[in-house]
């Protein structure tokens, strides 16, 4: 046992110091591959770490309003299910595999994407939707999640990650 | 285990500095531990320590962000105002609890 004779103190400033930026492309649409880049924002935000998630092709899904509600997981064509790869495409596997996979989430305590994505922008994580996406579904900032700030291009996304890890989803 | 001298009580600690014995925090240790990074505390941050302190009891572990905003009733946001850039490990040492461990 050692005695310190002044007060250890934890050291909380190193992130906001060093100015850590941290940036999250969310290119997948599946229920299952949301959570990677949100549990991963929602950990950086906490460390203090300025953090962006941008939106892009399938991720599109994830702050569209109509469909970020209804992700689903599908077993088809992932072995990491360790299910017979055969029966995965039958009718209803996809319903119960999502159903499924909720739970096991929701179990955890860890929230849905939406109120996931509430949280982040709460916790002050920024939201970008990609320009080229948008433009291939037809879809306008009213489509989209209010939290989203804007519809960027690539170029924009460059910029705004100058310094900053990227973490491609 | 060090042990840290706060406020002529003798106090264990962890190697990061946060309390690893329940029992030995107060209110007063909470407000020499908050002044340490820089915080004063307001009615609204004694309404999430003493939520932290209370859940720790019946659950065993540390609340993290978002338990305090579901079942604490704190919104993240506001936690972010009251305890700036790392709340969830802020908090905690304030109220001489160890880091939550929780992913979300």
Known sequence: MTITETMLVPNFEDEAETGRKIAIICSKGNLDMAYPGLILANAALGEGVETHLFFTFWGFDMITKSRMHDLKFTPVGNTATHMPMGITPFPGVTGMATHQLKKSIADLGVPEVPEFLEQIVGAGGHLWACRLSADMNHLTDADLYEGVEGIISASDFIEKTAGAQLLFI | ?104
């Open chain 2, 1 to 104: 285990m060090p042990v840290t001298t706060i406020n002529n009580r003798e106090i264990h600690v962890n190697d990061e500095g946060f309390l690893t014995e329940y029992d030995e925090w107060d209110e007063d240790l909470a407000k020499v531990l908050a002044q340490n990074i820089g915080i004063d505390l307001t009615d609204e941050h004694w309404k999430v320590i003493r939520f932290l302190r209370d859940d720790f009891k019946t659950q065993g572990e540390t609340p993290t962000t978002r338990r305090v905003q579901t079942a604490g009733g704190v919104p993240t946001k506001e936690q972010f105002e009251l305890f700036p850039k790392k709340p969830a490990k802020k908090m905690a040492y304030i109220a001489g609890l160890p880091k939550p461990h929780g992913c979300v």
